[in-house]
């Protein structure tokens, strides 16, 4: 009975001497897991250590090709011990303002951040470049996007992509204390950049070359916007919103009264005639375009309501590619009808017309709108309305590439995409195609095409004609119903074409607010960008 006891003490002394020895081992593995962590290393390093922060940084939007769009450029910063000698170094480089600045700051004795123009050497002071992740001109801006105070993203890509783009990594610059804890002189800080910001980010679509061609010819265009679009894959290659506005003045960009902050790629418009040729292939599908016949007078009569043509003495006798190229507005009512709401409704669904586009998250077009077929079937007015592109239609110019590059692109479109992927920590993750619609035949798309030519060669928009190279397109000034400051009605003008012609490779939108007409504000635009891109070889 002795030796039964003892052995059970025994036992349970063994096992709350193990219990004992787990508990101190598990004390210990989670004394050195704080040791180790980053924020036990930054609260040691602040503790005998004075460190300057210099920003967070944010991964990169890339290009097509791989190149930056955002973190193409850099800055030199210094940190600043100071002292006499490299206040001295310092008046070198800056200006007057500065300097006062700087002085104020060395006041505090305490090291300080700066930027510089140039790297200057002196003990005292380190120079570092810091990647810009938005310059003060960023191209494509509105598609990129600006950041907030804190680093995150609050509009396009860099809203839809924040948390892939805001890193962990920032760079500091550390310097040592005294138990006093007061900087020691004599010792120059440590430099600590912890992130790549080229070896995480989103690659895009956009070809940043296309881009400043863009950039470059819509300055004549106030208000609007403009896209380039690769007509076999529906990838955007360029795109830009007027008027512009800078990322690191984002207060100035609200006060305007032309709202630059506004994405008009994604808003809604009155698109008028750019919608002609749906109608024509809608006619063109269901056999009426082969039979019909107009005259054009001027105007027309349509459930006891007139209605004109732009040209008021008329265009005499018309048929689909001569309306097309004079954009006739009495064929296209006659048409309409003749065509019926169904067809006509059927076709421009499936282009797309009355649904939103979405290009990534938080970036979607919105306001699209339709004619219901319901009122279509009930109205011969709103019927003929809708041939030309006026009525209860709202469009955005992204919806227009569908239209346009499934003319160029022998009957089928991909919907305009913008992401070709995402990378991180120098890993590539592709995006997907969608599936291609097909919304007409080829030869429907041949035949169309070649009526576009006339549009350029003899028709409304003549002066889209490039000189080195070949095109099609068509023209529109849209009517609102709304007014302007002055009393004067506001119309929209439009040009959607593609080039060259033979094989068509880029698809063009382009929209100018408030403006006289597609022919004379946004036709030359189209020539501008079709000639700079063939000079450039694309």
């Known amino acids: 009975m002795k030796k039964t006891v003892r052995f059970s003490f025994e036992r349970r002394t063994a096992f709350c001497f193990f219990i004992i020895v787990l508990l101190l081992f598990v004390c210990f593995l989670r004394i050195f897991t704080i040791i180790l962590s980053p924020k036990y290393k930054v609260a040691a390093s602040e503790g005998h250590h004075y460190i300057i922060d210099a920003g967070n940084l944010r991964g990169t939007i890339f290009d097509r090709n791989m190149h930056p769009i955002t973190n193409a450029g850099e ?68 598609l990129v996007g600006y950041c907030d105070a804190s680093g995150h993203g609050v509009t396009g890509l860099q809203s839809s992509f924040d948390d892939l783009l805001n890193l962990d990594g920032k760079i500091t610059v550390s310097y040592a204390k005294d138990g006093h804890s007061n900087v020691l002189r004599g010792i120059e800080g440590v430099l600590e950049n912890t992130s790549n910001v080229l070896n995480t980010g989103v690659i895009s679509t956009l070809d940043i070359n296309i881009q400043r061609i863009l950039e470059s010819a819509t300055k004549t265009i106030k208000k609007g916007c403009a896209i380039v679009c690769e007509a076999k894959t529906g990838e955007i290659l360029a795109a830009v919103s007027l008027p512009s506005f800078s990322p690191h003045n984002i207060e100035a960009a609200t006060e305007s009264p032309d709202s630059p902050l506004l994405n008009r790629i994604f808003c809604s418009y009155n698109i008028g005639s750019v919608f002609k040729p749906c109608a024509g292939i809608s006619a063109m599908t269901n056999g009426v375009a082969a039979v019909f016949s107009h005259t054009c007078l001027g105007n027309v009569t349509i459930d006891g309501h007139t209605f004109n043509c732009h040209k008021l003495s008329g ?15 009495t064929f296209f009512y006659r048409l309409g009808i003749l065509t019926g709401a169904e067809s006509l409704y059927k ?35 709103a019927l003929a309305n809708l041939a030309i592109g006026q009525g209860e239609l709202l469009a955005s110019p992204l919806t227009l590439l569908n239209l346009y590059n499934a003319i160029a692109n022998e009957g089928k479109y991909y919907t305009p995409t913008l992401i070709k992927g995402t990378m991180k920590n120098g890993k590539i993750s592709e995006e997907k195609p969608a599936a291609p619609t097909k919304a007409m035949s080829k030869e429907c798309a041949e035949k169309i095409k070649n009526y576009l030519n006339g549009v350029i060669e003899n028709g409304t928009g003549t002066k889209a004609k490039p000189e080195n190279t070949t095109a099609a397109g068509k023209t529109a000034t849209a009517e609102t119903g709304w007014k302007n400051k002055k009393g004067e009605l506001i119309s929209q003008a439009w040009f959607c074409g593609f080039f060259p012609l033979e094989s068509p490779k880029y698809t063009v939108v382009i929209l100018a607010e408030d403006s006289v007409s597609g022919g004379e504000d946004c036709a030359p635009v189209f020539k501008t960008i079709a000639e700079k891109m063939t000079e450039a070889g694309y």
């Open 75 to 142: 800055k030199t910063m210094a940190a600043v011990l100071p002292t006499p000698r490299t206040l001295a170094v310092l008046r070198g480089v800056l200006n007057d303002e500065e300097i006062l600045n700087v002085a104020e700051k060395i006041k505090e004795d305490k090291p300080f951040l700066i930027t510089l123009p140039e790297e200057v050497t002196c003990d005292g002071i380190i120079c570092f470049k810091v990647p810009e992740n938005l310059a003060a001109e960023q191209n494509a801006v509105h």
């Open 315 to 329: 265009h005499g006798k018309v048929s689909l590619d001569s309306a097309l190229a004079l954009s006739c507005n």
């Open 347 to 381: 076709t421009a669904t499936v282009f797309g017309f009355g649904s939103s586009i979405t290009l990534c998250n938080k970036m979607s077009t919105y306001n699209e709108s339709i004619t219901p077929l319901k009122t279509l079937k009930a109205s011969n007015s």
